[in-house]
């Protein structure tokens, strides 16, 4: 059995594969580096796929975190990850768009699967996870909650600060000024899919454009993604999972 | 080896320790030092009005005081260089010369004259049209100009013998530097990306009269070494400087070498040899008016792109690392540009954003694995 660990900035994940590569469990904690996330996250899909630590004959590790991780017989960038993952779940996938807690890829393949070029954003909040974190908090409502909000919009409304702080301020404005929720919510996700379409266009976009990491399931983010891009998005399957997967067929691979 | 191994570990440790290394200086050399910011200064008029110049390409210190003129959208090296300034920490020094290359510095020069009034300031301007013989003449005349302050503060006349014999020992050692570098490329594993960098630096901190001999001592030794066969991967590096000062640590740990550059503070310092002038003051302002693809002197042709594609090409590298200085606005106006060229030329490019003090190096660390992972 082959494991694959991806320890986030705010989730940790693991995924077992047979030799056959097949998915034998993933398991998703929202805790990452520094916390006992990594650890419940191993411990939860070993528990799930009815198997014990000794089974596991190879771990790749990959993240934020997966310097500091010292179970793994080796550890990979989780842009190599990312990148293995989504093209063992869509081989037709060129562009890959994911959006962490903390930071945002966007990576090419070739036909075959092999990385082209990539892009990560600069050491700041803005379009990742993280942003949206924050405008829900101010929203007063949970992060899962966000994207059902924001597709109730009935008014366009701008946030034009990129910095999440100085959006954080700007929001709390715009909400005193007796903007509705809705429209600010629908704003925040239009402010990240501005930021992550620019840096898609320093490598450029090219079909097929899949999308990953927790951000995925977030409905009226790929939606805006998509209208900034101009291009369809496909979420892919396990989103949440796809660097740990990665990270797991590397390790069948070793 | 051994002997080798002491002369880099000397080197290493003039450049790990720079105040030490040049207060040495002074007391070995019995001279005073003058301070000479970024990009390009007339070092050989200082050092023949019996000055030490010394390289100011700011630090790692945290920036307390430098924000009164500086904002944190400005230049790191300028804001580090203010900082010490304002610290007290370069009043040792007899002047510093200020060159006014991009906005940063030409502001720099008053904020300066009020916030650090105890180091005295000798701006400097270079021509704009620095290839036409208006600007070459206009260079000389500022030459003159600073050497006349020079003079006036170590109350020693540069004479036209002590001029050339300046002249000549930083020739000599821009041809070392040369050596060194075109060297180095066969030695990936004992001149690592980190040591190839100090060895460099080191130079800023020491007489060149000292510096020279020891680094033609160090190729010689290296020289008799067999080429080292490297499993990693090479690189071409451009931008301003390769820093912080974790940068490079983390070349080495992935395995990758750096087997040419095109930095500010390393190559571009030493790269072109004079070709031209009649007087020494000309053949300084010939040096600047040849020489290509920086981008802080004004380049109508943009050769920089065509200059990276042959450096990789010449050394066998794998791709390039681009240091990008953040908010250095000559650098970002120059990047568009060359990328195409690269990318043209299917060589693959990773971009790093860096300042000179940065918390924290992981997703750097991430980019640099990421690209070998990719390069394969």
């Known amino acids: 059995m082959f494991l694959g660990v991806d320890i986030g900035s705010s989730s940790s994940k693991a995924v077992i594969l047979n030799n056959q590569r097949e998915v034998l469990s993933t398991a998703v904690i929202n805790t990452g580096t520094g916390t006992r996330g990594p650890e419940k996250a191993v411990a939860t899909a070993l528990e799930q796929a009815e198997l014990i630590t000794s089974d596991i004959e190879y771990t790749v590790v990959t993240g934020y975190g997966r310097i500091t991780y010292d179970k793994a017989d080796r550890q990979i960038t989780e842009i190599s990850c990312h990148g293995r993952g989504a093209f063992f779940l869509a081989p037709q996938a060129k562009t890959i768009i994911d959006i962490g807690g903390q930071d945002a890829k966007i990576i090419r393949l070739d036909n075959n699967g092999r990385i082209e070029n990539f892009v990560m954003n600069e050491k700041c909040a803005a379009g990742t996870g993280r942003f949206l974190e924050v405008m829900a908090r101010i929203l007063d409502c949970g992060i899962g909650e966000l994207s059902d909000l924001s597709l109730r919009t009935t008014k366009e409304l701008a946030i034009s600060s990129t910095c999440t702080v100085f959006a954080e301020s700007e929001v709390i404005s715009q909400l005193a000024a007796g903007a509705a929720k809705e429209d600010v919510a629908q704003g925040a996700h239009r402010s990240v899919a501005n930021r992550i379409a620019g840096l898609a266009a320093r490598i450029g976009v090219r079909q097929k454009v899949v999308m990953t990491g927790g951000v995925a399931l977030n409905a009226s983010m790929v939606a805006c993604l998509a209208q900034e891009i101009g291009h369809e998005i496909t979420v892919l399957p396990m989103s949440q999972v796809v660097g740990a997967l990665g990270a797991a067929l590397y390790a069948v691979e070793s | 080896m051994k002997h080798l191994l002491s002369l880099i570990a000397e080197l290493e440790t003039a450049a ?251 190559s571009r310092q030493f790269r072109l040899e004079s070709s031209r002038g009649n007087t020494v003051y000309e053949k300084m302002a010939c040096r600047i008016a040849d020489q290509c693809g920086c981008s802080l002197l004004f380049d109508a042709e943009k050769e920089r792109g065509q200059l990276l594609v042959d450096l990789v090409k010449d050394t066998g590298s794998d791709g390039i690392v681009v240091a990008m200085m953040k908010f250095c606005d000559p650098e970002e106006f120059d990047y568009p540009i060359y990328k195409k060229e690269l990318e043209a030329a299917n060589i693959p490019i990773l971009y790093l954003e860096i300042e000179q003090k940065m918390d924290s190096l992981e997703q750097i660390r991430t980019r640099v694995q990421s690209f070998i992972e990719m390069l394969g």
């Not at chain 2, 010394?54 to 920036?63: E, N, P, R, S």
């Not at chain 2, 300031?121 to 049209?129: A, K, S, T």
């Not at chain 2, 060895?199 to 000292?210: L, T, V």
């Open chain 2, 16 to 266: 790990l320790n720079p105040i030490k290394t040049l207060k040495k200086t002074m007391d070995t050399s019995k001279k005073s030092a003058v301070g000479c910011f970024p990009y390009y200064t007339p070092d050989e008029l200082v050092y023949a009005a019996g000055f030490i110049p010394v390289g100011l390409w700011g630090g790692q210190t945290d920036i307390k005081l430098a924000d009164t003129y500086l904002q944190s959208f400005c230049c790191s090296i300028m804001r580090e260089n203010m900082e010490q300034g304002m610290r007290g920490q370069y009043d040792f020094l007899s002047a510093i010369i200020i060159p006014t290359y991009c906005d940063t510095l030409k502001c720099i020069c008053e904020n300066w004259k009020v916030a650090v009034p105890q180091v005295p300031l000798i701006p400097m301007v270079y021509p704009q049209n620095r290839k036409i013989q208006a600007g070459i003449d206009y260079l000389v005349s500022e030459y003159k100009r600073v050497q006349e302050i020079l003079e006036d503060l170590s109350g020693e006349k540069v004479t036209e013998e002590s001029l050339a014999s300046s002249f000549a020992l930083y020739e000599e050692y821009r041809k070392a530097m040369r050596e060194f570098t075109a060297m180095a490329v066969h030695y990936p594993i004992t001149i690592n990306a980190k040591t190839r960098q100090l060895i460099i630096k080191a130079a800023y901190f020491m007489d060149k009269k000292d510096y020279v001999p020891q680094l033609q001592e160090l190729c010689r030794s290296l020289s008799a070494l067999p080429y080292e066969k490297f499993a990693g991967k090479k690189v071409v590096m451009t931008g301003i400087m390769a820093e912080p000062a974790g940068l490079l640590d983390i070349f080495v740990q992935n395995n990758v070498a750096v087997a040419a550059d095109d930095l500010a503070d390393s």
